[in-house]
């Protein structure tokens, strides 16, 4: 049953993750079971065990990387960036990477009250503290700290259900959010 076994470790986890991102999108965590990820990606439930201790580890290093990973990087890359700069890249980022990755998002959402449940640390206060740290480091200070992440935040995720895939649009409106935010930080 074990597809193309000359994979390195790495290589398995991932196709395994993969498989099991595919899985939990079209079922949900609580309908999805650890013999359909095996399934999905070509190898034994026994083989799947061998990398991951249960259908939660799965889960949580599915998603990690995708609502953590990206951001971080941002962070780093607009280092440099004048406050406005960093802004709209930021926003840019954040925007493209919910367009990429939309189904993926929507599960995170979803299933966010069972994570918690769980026993994970909340992701949805964890991208709010990384809001805060891109926000600290354009210079900002924010009198208004809920004002502007509720207006960042909720402009990202609008691009969830209002997909925009024309580049030029999105750069029209993360000038008008980001214009918006620098005359709030004004007054």
Known sequence: MDADKRLSKEERRVQILDAAMDVFIAKGFSNSTTLEIAKAAGISEVTLFRYFSSKKEIFLEGIEPILFGSLKKALDTSKSYSMAEKV??????????????????????????????????????????????????????????????????????????MPEDNETSIKKYVSKVTSILLDEIKN
């Open 88 to 161: 709209e890249y930021m926003l840019i980022e954040r925007i493209s990477y919910i367009s990429m990755h939309r189904e993926v998002i929507k599960l995170i959402l979803k299933e966010a009250a069972l994570l918690k449940e769980l026993g994970s640390e909340s992701f949805i206060e964890k991208t709010i503290q990384l809001m805060k740290s891109m926000l600290s480091q354009t210079g900002i200070k924010l009198d208004n700290e809920d004002f502007t992440l509720r207006l960042l935040m909720g402009s990202i995720l609008s691009f969830l259900y």
